[in-house]
């Protein structure tokens, strides 16, 4: 798996709100929908890798693709 260290958390909701999720919910952790899938992302800077990993194929989107949405 492409590296996806260094994200702060507030990039990472820019670039789902790109890719057409919205937020639904926020608190300790941020919940973002497309209306199919639910993401959430931790208020963490930056946010592990791994776990970065894990949200962008939830998502439902590749590494790339993710990326080219930073």
């Not at 994200?7 to 789902?16: D, G, M, P, Q, R």
């Not at 929908?33 to 194929?57: F, L, Q, S």
Request: no cysteine; glycine share 10%; charged share 25%.
């Amino acid at each position: 798996m492409p590296k996806l260290s260094g994200i702060n958390h507030l990039s990472a909701v820019k670039a789902f709100e790109k890719a057409g999720f919205w937020v639904a919910r926020q608190g300790k952790h941020i919940t973002m929908t497309d209306g199919e899938r639910i993401i959430t992302i931790p208020r963490a800077n930056p946010i592990n890798a791994y776990t970065m990993g894990g949200i962008v194929k939830d998502a439902g989107l590749t590494i790339e693709e993710f990326k080219k949405l930073l």
